[in-house]
Every structure is written in C-alpha cells, then in structure tokens.
C-alpha cells in the first residue's frame, strides 16, 4: 500500500522529535526549544513575533516553549527600548555555555537522517522538503486569515 506524503512525513518528524528529546534530555529541553536556542544564537535580540514567523509557528506555542528557556535560565526576555510592549529575546552565559552541546545533537541527528544519501541527494531532499513546508505554510497562514475576518 503505498502510503501518502503526509504519513511519512508525520512519522518521520516523530522519531527525529523522539531522537533528539532523547538526545537533548540531559540539557533539561526538548526538540523545540533547540531549534528556538539554534534561531537566537543567530539572531539574539529579537522579538517573540519574529521568532514565531522564523520557527513558522504560532504565538501560544512559542510562548510555551520559550517559558521553561527562561526557568532554566538559558534565555532572558528583555523590555525593547523603542517599545516597552515588545520583549526582546537574549541568550544568557548559560545558553551559551550549551551551544556545542545543541550543534552536536543536530549535526549527529543530520547524521543519522542521511546515511546513504550523496551530498546531491542530500541538497535536493532539503529543496524538495523546504518547498513542501512554504506551501503548507502558506495555505494554513492563508486559512487563518481568511478566518480571521
């Protein structure tokens, strides 16, 4: 039976979350707040709004990955100065100090994830996958907005 793209797809993001929580547990985070770690190492200073637009995700959802960061003292919310609204985000010594930690979980989860794949295939799963994500992307930020008037 030939299954849809969805189906593996959805089975694969499972055991990569299962992976990396596995991987990760020792740090005190999950698959989801490396990748937000992973976002503010490259981009430290940014808002909440920016980083759910770069995680392409929703705003509860970040906000609920982001709170154990904070407990654990790996990220700090700071007020914006142009706008006391807007929180900016900021890594702390301490999430610095895991940053190795978090690359190597990835480059080891890459790892795993290609074996057997050439460099050209590679690429091209990257292309194929990152298209597949900007069109469910956009069709359910569409849908949201369409809902929303």
């Not at 849809?4 to 959805?10: E, F, V």
């Not at 490259?42 to 759910?52: A, P, R, S």
């Not at 295939?121 to 996958?129: D, N, V």
Request: aromatic residues 8%; glycine residues 4%.
């Amino acid at each position: 039976m030939k299954e849809s793209l969805g189906y593996y797809i959805a089975t694969l993001s499972r055991y990569i979350n299962l992976y990396i929580n596995r991987e990760a547990r020792a740090l005190g985070i999950n698959v989801h707040q490396i990748r937000i770690m992973k976002i503010l190492y490259e981009h430290e200073g940014i808002n909440q709004e920016v980083l759910t637009e770069l995680m392409k995700s929703d705003k509860i959802k970040i906000s609920k990955r982001l709170d154990p960061l904070v407990q654990n003292g790996y990220i700090e919310k700071l007020k914006n100065t142009e706008d006391r609204r807007v929180r900016n985000l900021y890594v702390t010594a301490k999430g610095w100090e895991i940053k190795e930690a978090i690359f190597a979980i990835h480059k080891e989860t890459t790892s795993v994830l290609s074996k057997g794949f050439t460099d050209d295939e590679q690429i091209i799963i990257r292309k194929l996958l990152d298209q597949m994500l900007d069109n469910i992307y956009q069709e359910v930020r569409e849908e949201e907005q369409y809902h929303k008037h």
